[in-house]
Every structure is written in structure tokens, then in C-alpha cells.
């Protein structure tokens, strides 16, 4: 084989492992914006309820509301 080969081969290689680093960090990315979307659903959803329980909380009790609940 001559040098040119050579050459070639250890540069194909190197392009190959960049394109796995290149591809695994972009789908690391794309799987942790999925997790903090699922995150923030599931988070929206608990603060959901919890506000519909404190509006029923104050809608049946004689204590004045704080300022900010309506």
C-alpha cells in the first residue's frame, strides 16, 4: 500500500468516529428536550390540580383569601 492509502484509510476512519460523536450528541439533545417536555407536562399538571384544590378550599371556607386568589 502506498502512503496516499494509508492515508486515506486512518482520515476515513477519523471522519467516522466525528460523524458517531456528531450523532450522539445531537441525539443525546433530542432525547433530553423530550424528557424535560415530559417533565414539565407532568409538573404543570400537579400545579393544575393543586390550584383547582385551593380554589376549593377557599371557595368553602369563611377565611379571607390572600391577596393573588381569586
Known sequence: MN???I???????GSLGLAYVLFNNIHSTIREQ???LAL???TKTKLEI?????KVFWN??????????H
Request: without cysteine; negative net charge; hydrophobic residues 45%.
Open 34 to 36: 423530550e424528557r424535560l
Open 3 to 5: 502512503v496516499t492509502k
Open 50 to 54: 393543586i390550584r383547582e384544590a385551593e
Open 60 to 69: 368553602n371556607t369563611a377565611i379571607t383569601r390572600p391577596i393573588g386568589i
Open 40 to 42: 414539565e407536562t407532568e
Open 7 to 13: 492515508v486515506s484509510i486512518i482520515l476515513f476512519m
